[in-house]
């Protein structure tokens, strides 16, 4: 497989991870995480375009913002599976749950959801809906969104290079390994024509975003030690919705 083949493959393995679009078959083996995820900023793209395009769409058609709200966040959760808000409900059960970090990481990976998961979901979904329904319906949501949706995914690179995993045999166990650091690197450079426009357009945003993101990780690394696949959902959730509720300043 030539050079263009593996980044082909690499972004086919991004895509599956992080959205439910189809992503064509893989031809040969399958590249592991650490060389793939550079490219999860690509799967913000969809999410946030069918997102605000959705709610752009049902508003400009005549829907309440609040009913358009749910409907375009509906449709972003069919897009992604919902799976950040499922790593975000994990993470509020076995923070909240556990008493020692084995037990937090049991917790996690148990599929069952608790009571911190579902007050979690509840809070982070109402968040989110009170916050896209109060934007206005204009061409720059989209961007502000999209780019939103593109730098909360490099969050998760940096997760994966930068905290320690936590657990042995999980999702980012060997992400920081064999040429993390330039994963890393990779992923900051795709992601940075959204970082400069919202840097230019919705500073307080962006810096929002980072905020939260770190102090989500050092959360994670206190709690259990590093980060799991769940830490990384989680604290792309909680960065963008940060970075939404402070949009809502700007627009």
């Not at 917790?107 to 206005?136: C, N, P």
């Not at 992400?175 to 959204?194: I, K, Q, T, V």
């Amino acid at each position: 497989m030539g050079w263009f083949g593996k980044r082909k493959a690499e972004i086919q393995i991004a895509w599956m991870l992080l959205t439910r679009l189809p992503a064509g078959q893989l031809k040969g083996p399958a590249p592991a995480l650490a060389e793939a995820s550079w490219a999860f900023p690509i799967g913000g793209l969809p999410a946030g375009l069918v997102l605000a395009g959705s709610y752009l769409g049902l508003v400009g058609v005549g829907l309440s913002s609040v009913l358009a709200a749910f409907i375009a966040l509906g449709m972003g959760l069919f897009i992604t599976g919902a799976i950040h808000e499922d790593g975000l409900a994990d993470c509020a059960d076995g923070f909240g749950g556990g008493q020692t970090v084995q037990r937090k990481l049991e917790i996690m990976r148990d599929s069952q959801i608790g009571s911190y998961g579902m007050l979690g979901l509840f809070l982070i979904t109402g968040m989110r809906i009170a916050a896209l329904s109060s934007f206005e319906a204009v061409i720059q949501l989209l961007y502000l969104i999209v780019a939103l949706a593109i730098s909360s995914r490099l969050v998760m690179v940096f997760y994966l290079v930068f905290l320690p995993a936590a657990r042995p045999d999980g999702l980012g166990q060997n992400a920081g390994a064999n040429g993390g650091r330039m994963a890393a690197l990779y992923a900051s450079l795709l992601a940075s024509p959204a970082l400069v426009y919202l840097g230019f357009s919705a500073p307080l945003s962006l810096a929002g975003l980072i905020l939260v993101a770190a102090i989500f990780a050092a959360i994670a690394n206190r709690q259990i030690g590093g980060q799991t696949g769940d830490v990384c959902g989680g604290g792309q959730i909680l960065s963008e919705t940060a970075a939404w509720i402070l949009l809502t300043i700007l627009l």
